[in-house]
């Protein structure tokens, strides 16, 4: 039995209590597959991070896992990681490379007191298949819309910047906020695409600050629904890019959480066909697990 610390960590926010909340142990070293989801399962986050012990490398090896399974990429946890990795851990300022079954990505940390600036470049983006049209009859059964409620002149398709998702734009934020999945259709669909994730969005009430309002929902992969996805911000970061003229400086700011009391804005930074999503995080508390 090793004793390892546990944080929970609220991610793209400076205030506790708001922002996408994620669990990160280490070390995890000697911990075995099933063990980190077990821990998963008990911390109950949309994803926990799990880092082994640091050598004297500008790389940092992170796995993640939903209270479900493992999965490639989890930026919000891994934006909680470097907030972690900073702040307790003793990692300076710098660029450096984390290492997950997304691949090896650059990270980037700007030391302050507390709130540690953090870049996560996400993997090369991949713009997968749009949806054919009995699938997206699915997905507004799944929604419970009319096919009026999209907007014609873009696909649902899946986008994917490490961890795919399923992209598709209404209309109405007052549609977007009233949705009420019905669960059993979404996650079958979700199945039958190979992708559990649905990320939805709204330019209705956007800003100058705010690119479009989004919602996240991942019950096949354990998340029933999300409060602020750094994946997904990424992949719509690229997909508006390509589609519309709304990211005209190559940045998207993203509002989420709204629907969950959690609100907050993921920032985006798109070159070509990578995204970097920007971030600050605060810890909530610290503990001690004995496994």
């Not at 734009?169 to 009420?180: F, T, V």
Request: proline residues 4%.
């Amino acid at each position: 039995m090793q004793e390892r610390t546990v944080w929970q960590v609220d991610a793209f926010t400076t205030i506790a209590f708001t922002g996408n909340p994620a669990g990160v142990v280490y070390p995890c070293d000697g911990l075995t597959e099933d063990e980190m989801l077990k821990i998963s399962r008990e911390l109950n986050n949309s994803e926990t991070a799990f880092i082994q012990k640091l050598d004297r490398t500008d790389t940092q090896h992170i796995r993640f896992f939903t209270p479900k399974q493992e999965v490639p990429l989890c930026t919000h946890a891994a934006v909680a990681s470097y907030h972690i990795l900073a702040t307790r851990l003793g990692l300076k300022a710098g660029e450096h490379h984390m290492h997950c079954k997304a691949g090896l990505l650059p990270v980037g940390v700007e030391q302050s007191a507390s709130h540690p600036n953090i870049r996560v470049t996400q993997k090369e983006g991949h713009f997968g298949p749009l949806l054919s049209e009995s699938q997206n009859r699915k997905l507004r059964e799944a929604l419970q819309l009319d096919a009026s409620s999209f907007y014609e002149e873009l696909p649902v398709q899946i986008v994917s910047t490490g961890n795919a998702k399923i992209l598709a734009g209404l209309k109405s934020k007052a549609e977007l906020d009233s949705i009420k999945i019905r669960r059993e259709i979404l996650v079958a669909l979700g199945e039958e695409l190979g992708v559990p994730g649905l990320y939805l969005f709204t330019f209705d009430q956007g800003s100058e600050e705010i690119t479009a309002h989004t919602r996240m929902f991942s019950p096949g992969s354990g998340v029933e629904e999300d409060p602020v996805t750094g994946n997904a911000a990424g992949a719509l970061a690229l997909y508006l890019n390509r589609y519309t003229n709304r990211v005209p400086d190559l940045r998207a700011s993203f509002m989420q959480g709204e629907a969950m009391g959690r609100q907050d804005l993921v920032h985006v930074q798109v070159n070509q066909l990578f995204a970097t999503v920007l971030g600050q995080a605060c810890t909530v508390f610290e503990a001690h697990l004995y496994v």
